[in-house]
C-alpha cells in the first residue's frame, strides 16, 4: 500500500475516497481474500481520520467486497472469479441498453466524442492514460443513453471494477482486443444498429470480465497462501 503514502486526500466526501482506495487495493491484487485490512494503516496512509475509513469498509461490506468480523477487524471477502465474471456480465448487459439508446439517438456529438477517444486511445503507450480514456469511451455511451436510475446502477456497479486496470494488467497485449472490440461497438452506434451495438458491449464487458481473472490470478489473488512473496 505504499503507493498512496502521505497522500491527502482534501476532498468533501471522504467515505467514497477510502472506498474507492480500498476497492483499488483489492481489484489490483495488492490484498487477497482472507487479508485483514488495517484500518490505523489506510487511515495514516490517505491522511484522515479512522471514521471515513469505518464507514467504507461498512459500505464496501454491503457490496460484497468485505467482511468486518465483530472485535476482529475488516477483511478482504471470500471473492471467486464467477463473482468478477457476474459483475462484468451484469455491467455489460446493462451498459447495452444505453449503447442501444444511443446508436437509435444517432448524435453526431456523441459520435465525434467516441471516434476522438478512439483515436486516441490506439495513440498511446502509458497504461495510464490508456486507462482514463477507457473509462472515458465508455462514460460517454453510458450518459448517452441512461436514464437517470440507469445511470445510477451502472456508477454503482463501475466502482466495483478495477480503476487501474491496464496499469495492474500484466496482459497488455489484451489492449489490442479491447480496441478491437470498440472499434465494432462504434461501428454500430455509427451504424444506428441498436442490436449490435448492445451486443457489442455485452461481449466487451464479458471477455474484460475474463480478463480481470487472468489478471488476479497472474498476481496470485487465488494462490496458497503460504507460497505468497513476502509484502
Known amino acids: 500500500m505504499e503507493r498512496a503514502a502521505g497522500r491527502n486526500l482534501g476532498r468533501p466526501n471522504l467515505k467514497q475516497e477510502a472506498a474507492k482506495f480500498i ?106 492514460e490508456h486507462d482514463r480514456l477507457n473509462y472515458s469511451f465508455h462514460q460517454a455511451i453510458n450518459k448517452a443513453g441512461s436514464s437517470r436510475r440507469l445511470t445510477a446502477v451502472l456508477r454503482m456497479l463501475s466502482n466495483n471494477m478495477p480503476s487501474h486496470f491496464y496499469e495492474y494488467n500484466s496482459e497488455w497485449e489484451y489492449r489490442s482486443q479491447a480496441l478491437k472490440e470498440h472499434d465494432e461497438i462504434l461501428d454500430a452506434i455509427k451504424r444506428g444498429d441498436g442490436d449490435s451495438a448492445a451486443a457489442a458491449v455485452a461481449k466487451h464487458f464479458n471477455n474484460t470480465g475474463e480478463q480481470t481473472v487472468r489478471m488476479l490470478r497472474s498476481v496470485g489473488f487465488w494462490g496458497d497462501q503460504s507460497e505468497r512473496p513476502a509484502r
Do not use: C, W
Open 23 to 128: 476497492r483499488d487495493l483489492i481489484l489490483s491484487g495488492e490484498v487477497r481474500p482472507g487479508d485483514r485490512l488495517d484500518q490505523d494503516r489506510i487511515a495514516a496512509e490517505l491522511g484522515v481520520s479512522r471514521l471515513p475509513v469505518r464507514e467504507a469498509l461498512i459500505a464496501l461490506e454491503s457490496e460484497g467486497m468485505v467482511e468486518n468480523i465483530a472485535r476482529r477487524g475488516a477483511f478482504v471477502a471470500s471473492l471467486e472469479p464467477e463473482d468478477f465474471i457476474d459483475h462484468y456480465r451484469m455491467y455489460g448487459l446493462l451498459s447495452g441498453i444505453a449503447a442501444k439508446r444511443a446508436a437509435q439517438a444517432g448524435s453526431p456529438d456523441v459520435i465525434e466524442r467516441l471516434s476522438e477517444i478512439a483515436t486516441q486511445m490506439r495513440a498511446t503507450t502509458d497504461p495510464r
